[in-house]
């Protein structure tokens, strides 16, 4: 099956510092992409929708300047949390749409731990 | 807006039973509806895709049935194992393809 490559899948940094994610789709071109966040114990919550070589939909109550995306080719995407805060510690996962009905593709996930 | 529901929230069964998983969602215009599995600190693995215009899915020991006018999907798995232990997640896509809405999780747990 379609294969979607997340790195780094663990970051620890220090409160302030920003941290980018990167989504890659390894054997498909995706031109939409998702970013989830996920809490302990709870299920996945869409925070924007990547689009290729436009802007990202944000969904609401998601700050758009706090996790920048850019969709620069059909194969990346990358999350970019800025001066990041304890609170923004959580584990943060990327989907691909393949071509072949709307099936999605999911990362391993990329775990944030802000001091 | 669209809500997904998941029954039970946690099972617990001695190997080699037969289980069925319940989704519920309250707004039948989806596009389709994927069950997921996600293994503890990892993401999603796609079980099982089953498309609006279809009824169930089948893979292996893992069947899935979608009825839409009831807004319900159950995962049923065969003979289950320890590996199968995991959190099971369904999600449904609206009617424009895009955007998946998931559900609350199941945490199954089979033992020996």
């Known amino acids: 099956g379609a294969v979607v490559s997340q790195h780094p899948s663990r970051v620890i940094c220090k409160s302030g510092t920003s941290v980018k994610i990167e989504c890659r789709s390894l054997?498909?071109?995706?031109?939409?992409m998702f970013w989830y966040r996920q809490f302990p114990k709870q299920s996945l919550m869409l925070m924007a929708t990547s689009n290729e070589g436009s802007k990202a939909t944000y969904e609401q109550g998601v700050e758009k300047d706090k996790f920048l995306i850019n969709h620069a080719s059909l194969t990346l995407s990358t999350l970019t949390v800025t001066s990041a805060h304890p609170e923004d510690s959580s584990f943060y996962i990327c989907?691909?749409?393949?071509?072949?009905?709307?099936?999605?593709?999911f990362g391993e996930g990329s775990r944030l731990t802000v001091l | 807006k669209q809500e997904v529901t998941q029954i039970p929230a946690a099972l617990s069964v001695p190997e080699g039973e037969n289980l069925v998983l319940n989704c519920s969602f309250t707004d039948s215009a989806i596009y389709n509806l994927q069950w997921f599995r996600q293994d503890p600190g990892k993401g999603l693995t796609s079980l099982l895709l089953?498309?609006?215009?279809?009824r169930e899915q089948t893979s292996g020991r893992l069947n899935a049935s979608l009825d839409k006018s009831s807004g319900r999907s159950t995962l049923y798995i065969a003979a289950s194992q320890p590996g199968d232990s995991a959190t099971y997640l369904c999600?449904?896509?609206?009617?424009?393809?895009?955007?998946?809405?998931f559900g609350t999780g199941t945490q199954l747990k089979v033992e020996l």
């Open positions: 999600a449904v896509t609206a009617g424009g393809g895009n955007k998946l809405t």
């Open positions: 089953i498309q609006s215009s279809q």
């Open positions: 989907s691909a749409m393949g071509r072949v009905n709307g099936e999605l593709f």
């Open positions: 054997d498909f071109q995706a031109t939409t």
